[in-house]
C-alpha cells in the first residue's frame, strides 16, 4: 500500500486503484501552461465513485488570519482543471487517451465512461477555528463552482465536502496525520 505525506498529511491508498495528476507524464508536460490538479485520486468501486482529493495545511494559521478568497479561487481552479482532464479521458480526446494510458498505469480500473465523482478538500486546521471558518468557505465554494460542476451532474452539495482531516480519518478517508 503506497504512503504518501502531502501538506503534513499521511496519505494510504490501497494498490491498483489510485493515481496522482503529478505523476503522469502527460499532465507534467502540460502543467507548466496553468493547468492545476488535486492531490489524489481513486476509483472506489463498491460505491461506483472516482473521488479526487486536495490537501491543504492550515496548521499554522494565528487566530487573526482567515482563510482568504484565494483558497477557494485555487481550490476552483483546481477542481475545474481536473474535470477536464478527466473530461478528456472520457471525450477520447488525443490528450484524453494520453491520459488515460498514464492513470491506468497505477489505477487499472480507472474507467474510460463517465462515472459519479466525489470532490474533497481535507484541510489540516487547529479544532478550535475549524467549525467558525470551515462552514462558511465550503458555502462559498458550493455556490461559486456550483453551475461548473453540475455540467457533470456533480451535486455540490452532496458530492463536494471541505473537511478536517480528523473528521476525514472518523470518516474512512485514507488521511492520518
Known sequence: ??????????????????????DCRTYQKLSGSYLKEMDFGWWNAEKGCLYLMELKDF????????LADKFIE?????VVDCLLMLSAIW???EKGQSLHADLTQTC????RQL????????VKIEARHARSWLSPLLDRLRSRIKSKVSLLD????????????????????????
Not at 496548521?59 to 482567515?66: C, G, I, R, V
Not at 485555487?74 to 483546481?78: F, Y
Not at 487499472?108 to 474507467?111: L, Y
Request: with cysteine; glycine share 2%.
Open 59 to 66: 496548521s499554522s494559521l494565528t487566530a487573526d488570519e482567515q
Open 91 to 93: 471525450t477520447n480526446s
Open 74 to 78: 485555487d481550490i476552483i481552479l483546481c
Open 1 to 22: 500500500m503506497p504512503v504518501y505525506k502531502e501538506s503534513e498529511l499521511i496519505v494510504s491508498l490501497a494498490d491498483d486503484n489510485h493515481f496522482r495528476f503529478c
Open 108 to 111: 487499472p480500473a480507472f474507467s
Open 115 to 122: 462515472c459519479r465523482v466525489k470532490i474533497v478538500i481535507v
Open 154 to 177: 456533480i451535486d455540490p452539495k452532496n458530492d463536494i465536502q471541505l473537511l478536517t482531516h480528523e473528521v476525514a480519518k472518523r470518516l474512512g478517508l485514507p488521511v492520518d496525520y
